[in-house]
């Protein structure tokens, strides 16, 4: 150990007290911004997982037609009969739906990043029971397809997705739904579409933690559901899976300028709940930053307070050759071992505190379900604790140590030093 570090926790010990107040800051400081940030990003990404689970990374509607304006202007030194014209092509016009879906499908096979796409069809109509009748968004499928880009298998809760495939006027309804109507697997429901009614039998019931989605959608087959919307052909829309869900924006870029469709990423879809998540974090991150900051302030002021207490030994240490920048690197040292200690210990009150937190019962439901608190394991988390940690304590203890290597040894005897 060399003579400087030795020196440092001579010193380092002469104010158990004040440093470990310091310490004990700097504990919690780390922990708890390691454990608000699992706590935020766990929500988020459950969050994300259900939306990519239930609407797919991408969503392909309505057409998109580009509307010419042109404006002719005459050129007077230019005798020749043709004027100039200049072409406005930044208006859009949108046309609902897809007409020709299998064309659209033929054109996003082409693109390797897509893994699943399936068509799907929507319309409002009237869902009535026994008892109650309420208004319900159809979602007609192909049952194959539409498990390959999203996670309807595992959501269905009661009943299967082999009665539903196996019976012609099988339905599946979502649970909150069902519950309004007061039915369950086997029932029948009474279906009304543009004056038509049609009697279909309750295959399943799903759950996919959205109420929205639980209050009002009922999965039918797509061939079944053209003939309840009396539409022959066409889809509302096309839901597309990913291989990596998170490049949804650029990839759909690229697919709206290939096929001249409408092309809505997940994040797009879902802005507004994402910027809610992404103030969250950064809110409870700097709220809790203020621990580590008062902490630092702490420790600044017993490293200036410990300066002057110790300006005898400085000055003799001085006396000896101590340089300078020995001088400082004593002091700094001491910062390294509260920061050290700190960042460790914060790190095993964060595991403990997430840890415990993940397996409390905890019910949430909107706009996703779950029974317990969502947490997120992250690297990234102790690695930002660590570096805002390193920075307020080191700035807390270069300050003090600068001011500790300017004191000269004649000073300190003549009782001049500042």
Same mark, same amino acid.
């Given at each position: 150990?060399?003579?400087?570090?030795?020196?440092?926790?001579?010193?380092?010990?002469?104010?158990?007290?004040?440093?470990?107040?310091?310490?004990?800051?700097?504990?919690?400081?780390?922990?708890?911004?390691?454990?608000?940030?699992?706590?935020?990003?766990?929500?988020?990404?459950?969050?994300?997982?259900?939306?990519?689970?239930?609407?797919?990374?991408?969503?392909?509607?309505?057409?998109?037609?580009?509307?010419?304006?042109?404006?002719?202007?005459?050129?007077?030194?230019?005798?020749?009969?043709?004027?100039?014209?200049?072409? @406005?092509?930044?208006?859009?016009?949108?046309?609902?739906?897809?007409?020709?879906?299998?064309?659209?499908?033929?054109?996003?096979?082409?693109?390797?990043?897509?893994?699943?796409?399936?068509?799907?069809?929507?319309?409002?109509?009237?869902?009535?029971? @026994?008892?109650?009748?309420?208004?319900?968004?159809?979602?007609?499928?192909?049952?194959?397809?539409?498990?390959?880009?999203?996670?309807?298998?595992?959501?269905?809760?009661?009943?299967?997705?082999?009665?539903?495939?196996?019976?012609?006027?099988?339905?599946?309804?979502?649970?909150?739904?069902?519950?309004?109507?007061?039915?369950?697997?086997?029932?029948?429901?009474?279906?009304?579409?543009?004056?038509?009614?049609?009697?279909?039998?309750?295959?399943?019931?799903?759950?996919?933690?959205?109420?929205?989605?639980?209050?009002?959608?009922?999965?039918?087959?797509?061939?079944?559901?053209?003939?309840?919307?009396?539409?022959?052909?066409?889809?509302?829309?096309?839901?597309?899976?990913?291989?990596?869900?998170?490049?949804?924006?650029?990839?759909?870029?690229?697919?709206?300028?290939?096929?001249?469709?409408?092309?809505?990423?997940?994040?797009?879809?879902?802005?507004?709940?994402?910027?809610?998540?992404?103030? *969250?974090?950064?809110?409870?991150? *700097?709220?809790?930053?203020?621990?580590?900051?008062?902490?630092? *302030?702490?420790?600044?002021?017993?490293?200036?307070?410990?300066?002057?207490?110790?300006?005898?030994?400085?000055?003799?240490?001085?006396?000896?050759?101590?340089?300078?920048?020995?001088?400082?690197?004593?002091? *700094?040292?001491?910062?390294?071992?509260?920061?050290?200690?700190?960042?460790?210990?914060?790190?095993?009150?964060?595991?403990?505190?997430?840890?415990?937190?993940?397996?409390?019962?905890?019910?949430?439901?909107?706009?996703?379900?779950?029974?317990?608190?969502?947490?997120?394991?992250?690297?990234?988390?102790?690695?930002?604790?660590?570096?805002?940690?390193?920075?307020?304590?080191?700035?807390?203890?270069?300050?003090?140590?600068?001011?500790?290597?300017?004191?000269?040894?004649?000073?300190?005897?003549?009782?001049?030093?500042?």
């Amino acid at each position: 150990m060399s003579p400087n570090i030795r020196i440092a926790l001579r010193f380092l010990t002469a104010n158990k007290r004040a440093m470990a107040m310091s310490l004990t800051g700097i504990i919690f400081g780390v922990g708890f911004f390691i454990f608000g940030q699992a706590q935020t990003t766990g929500f988020q990404q459950f969050f994300v997982k259900t939306i990519l689970g239930t609407d797919g990374a991408i969503r392909v509607q309505d057409r998109i037609r580009i509307t010419f304006k042109t404006m002719e202007l005459a050129d007077e030194e230019d005798d020749s009969d043709s004027p100039w014209v200049i072409e @406005n092509t930044e208006n859009y016009k949108y046309i609902e739906g897809i007409e020709q879906p299998l064309e659209v499908i033929d054109a996003l096979k082409e693109f390797e990043s897509v893994t699943g796409i399936a068509e799907v069809l929507t319309g409002s109509v009237l869902v009535s029971s @026994n008892y109650r009748s309420y208004t319900g968004r159809l979602f007609g499928v192909d049952i194959d397809d539409y498990i390959a880009v999203s996670d309807l298998e595992k959501q269905v809760i009661f009943g299967s997705l082999e009665d539903f495939r196996s019976k012609p006027t099988g339905i599946l309804i979502g649970s909150k739904f069902a519950r309004l109507l007061q039915i369950s697997i086997g029932d029948t429901v009474v279906i009304k579409s543009l004056d038509k009614n049609s009697r279909y039998t309750v295959a399943g019931i799903f759950e996919t933690g959205v109420s929205d989605i639980d209050r009002e959608r009922i999965y039918m087959k797509l061939s079944e559901t053209r003939s309840v919307l009396q539409r022959a052909h066409g889809a509302s829309f096309l839901q597309v899976n990913l291989i990596d869900p998170h490049r949804a924006r650029e990839e759909a870029f690229h697919m709206m300028n290939t096929i001249y469709y409408h092309v809505a990423s997940w994040q797009e879809r879902q802005k507004s709940w994402l910027d809610a998540f992404l103030v *969250l974090s950064v809110s409870t991150g *700097l709220t809790v930053s203020t621990i580590i900051l008062l902490s630092g *302030l702490g420790m600044f002021n017993t490293l200036a307070m410990m300066v002057m207490e110790k300006t005898k030994e400085i000055a003799i240490l001085r006396s000896m050759g101590y340089t300078r920048s020995d001088i400082t690197s004593i002091f *700094l040292w001491q910062g390294v071992f509260v920061l050290v200690a700190g960042n460790v210990l914060g790190w095993i009150v964060a595991v403990l505190m997430t840890y415990g937190v993940s397996k409390l019962p905890f019910r949430v439901t909107g706009i996703f379900t779950t029974d317990s608190f969502v947490v997120n394991w992250s690297i990234w988390h102790y690695v930002s604790a660590t570096i805002i940690a390193s920075v307020i304590v080191m700035i807390a203890s270069y300050i003090p140590a600068r001011r500790a290597a300017k004191l000269e040894p004649g000073d300190v005897i003549r009782g001049t030093s500042q």
